[in-house]
C-alpha cells in the first residue's frame, strides 16, 4: 500500500473507530454533562480530563505510525505491511486499545458518570477477547518470529517501564 493511501485510510478508519467508541459513544452515555466536583474532588476531575487527553494523543501516534511506518491501517480490511514495534509499541503491544480505554476511563472520571465506566469496562473486554482470538494468531501468521520476538519482550496491557530496544529486524 502506498503512503498516501495508507493515510487516508488510517484516517478513515480512525473517524469510524476509535471516534465512535471513545467519543460519540461517551457522549451518548453522558450527553458530556459534567458532574461538579464535591468538595475537594476537583483534582479527580482533572485527571480524568489528563487521562482522556492522553489517550487520544496514544491514538492518534499510533494511526500515524501504522500509516507512516506500517504502511497501512488499523483496520483489518487493509492490514499494514510491516510490524508496527516503534514509538509506543516499545512499551506495550496494544496502545491503541489502552489509548481508547484511557479516553473513557478518563471521561468517566471528568463527567463523573458510572455508566460510562461500565462501558469503558465493556469494551476493554471485547479489546482483550479481539485480541486473544483474532489479532494474536493473525499477527503470527503474518509476521512469524517477527511477531514471536516482540510479542515475548512487549507486554500486551500493561506497559513496560523502560522501553524496548528490540526492532522487527530483530527478529530474522
Known amino acids: 500500500m502506498k503512503r498516501t493511501s495508507a493515510i487516508i485510510g488510517s484516517i478513515a478508519f480512525f473517524v469510524v473507530a476509535p471516534v465512535t467508541v471513545a467519543g460519540l459513544v461517551p457522549w451518548c452515555i453522558t450527553r458530556w454533562q459534567v458532574t461538579p466536583p464535591v468538595g475537594d474532588m476537583w483534582p479527580v476531575q482533572f485527571a480524568g480530563a489528563v487521562l482522556s487527553l492522553a489517550g487520544f494523543v496514544f491514538l492518534v501516534d499510533c494511526f500515524a505510525r501504522f500509516a507512516r511506518d506500517g504502511l497501512g491501517t488499523p483496520a483489518p480490511i487493509l492490514p499494514t505491511e510491516h510490524l508496527v ?88
Open 85 to 172: 514495534v516503534g514509538g509506543l509499541y516499545r512499551y506495550v503491544r496494544n496502545p491503541m486499545y489502552v489509548g481508547v480505554a484511557a479516553a473513557i476511563l478518563g471521561q468517566a472520571v471528568f463527567f463523573g458518570d458510572t455508566r460510562l465506566l461500565i462501558y469503558g469496562a465493556v469494551v476493554w473486554l471485547a479489546f482483550h477477547l479481539f485480541v486473544l482470538l483474532y489479532e494474536e494468531p493473525t499477527l503470527k501468521r503474518a509476521f512469524g518470529d517477527e511477531y514471536e520476538v516482540f510479542r515475548k519482550n512487549v507486554p500486551r496491557w500493561i506497559p513496560r517501564m523502560t522501553p524496548w530496544s528490540g526492532t522487527a529486524a530483530t527478529a530474522h
